[in-house]
């Protein structure tokens, strides 16, 4: 609570504020960088324990904590470390609380009017999070029910859509986190959860009886991942590009994947078994930062 707090304020602080846009200068005067996390969105990016981050894209958050410092030959920079919301995560990084933010944030062409978007690093759909008891096995069997989606999201905004063109008379709730929206759906209060397919079956894993749930439906649309960094520093972004592709080059982002996705992950040591999907075996040759649309 007390670090969402801290978010909120430092984004009511700041609202009127349009950081600079040289951000290794920045870290260079200060000796600091302030990295973004999300405590569940695993498992991208997500509490192990009371305080520790850990995830997939961690890792590549930390790999360009330690380029900057190469760049920089600042050993020594402090590192610190924010928990953000879907909501607040763009505002933090427009006016500077935060220099980066590497979790589960889809690239699209409207986030890319405040922010800049690095190498996609992963590809997922809209899909629903149900009990196996639920009945609900596809978005027809929502007509007239209650969804529960997460707040600052691009599922919110499909499931909007899909609700209005098919006519199913949905009744939309949302959750401020992922675990939150999830809670709505443990708790009665909604039939499913509208979320990325990976983050679900993230949820799933950690759940406390993960055979009680399932994720049905066919992915609505295909949205790539990418870390955040600020619009119009293409010296920060090119360094935050340049350390995912040298990743993907060497073979070092491969061993990642298997780390996260195909092996067992605290904090229960599951196995997610989630083989890379066709788009990101083409990224890895092409480095495409294209968004969704």
């Known amino acids: 609570m007390i670090k969402h707090l801290v978010a909120l304020a430092a984004v009511a602080a700041c609202t009127c504020t349009v950081a600079s846009a040289d951000t290794l200068q920045k870290i260079a005067d200060s000796g600091k960088i302030t990295l973004a996390y999300r405590e569940s969105s695993a498992p991208f990016s997500y509490l192990e324990g009371a305080s520790k981050a850990t995830?997939?894209?961690?890792?590549i958050g930390n790999a360009v904590v330690e380029a900057v410092k190469?760049?920089?030959?600042?050993?020594?920079?402090?590192?610190?470390?924010?928990a953000v919301t879907s909501q607040n995560r763009i505002p933090l990084l427009v006016n500077g609380t935060i220099v980066l933010e590497c979790?589960?944030?889809t690239n699209n062409s409207a986030r890319g009017k405040e922010v800049a978007f690095a190498v996609n690093y992963f590809y997922t759909g809209t899909r629903l999070l149900t009990r196996k008891t639920s009945g609900i096995k596809d978005y027809a069997d929502l007509a007239k029910k209650t969804l529960a989606t997460t707040t600052g999201t691009t599922n919110a905004q499909v499931m909007r859509k899909y609700n209005e063109d098919k006519k199913l008379d949905m009744d939309i709730i949302f959750g401020k986190d992922h675990s939150d929206s999830m809670l709505?759906?443990?708790?009665?209060r909604a039939v499913a959860?509208?979320?990325d397919d990976i983050l679900l079956f993230g949820l799933i894993a950690n759940a406390k009886?993960?055979?009680?749930?399932?994720?049905?439906?066919?992915?609505?649309q295909v949205e790539p991942y990418a870390c955040?960094?600020?619009?119009?520093?293409?010296?920060?972004?090119?360094l935050v590009d340049g350390v995912i592709t040298g990743m993907m080059k060497s073979g070092e982002f491969d061993k990642l994947y298997t780390k996260w996705f195909m092996s067992p992950i605290p904090p229960k040591g599951t196995n997610l078994n989630l083989p890379m999907s066709q788009q990101l075996k083409d990224n890895l040759k092409s480095f495409s930062d294209k968004p969704a649309t």
């Open 193 to 195: 959860f509208a979320m």
């Open 70 to 82: 190469k760049r920089l030959n600042k050993p020594t920079i402090e590192v610190g470390t924010l």
């Open 184 to 188: 709505l759906v443990d708790g009665g």
């Open 209 to 220: 009886n993960p055979a009680e749930w399932e994720v049905v439906g066919e992915p609505l």
């Open 55 to 59: 995830g997939f894209s961690v890792e």
């Open 103 to 105: 979790g589960s944030t």
């Open 228 to 238: 955040m960094v600020r619009k119009d520093d293409p010296a920060f972004k090119a």
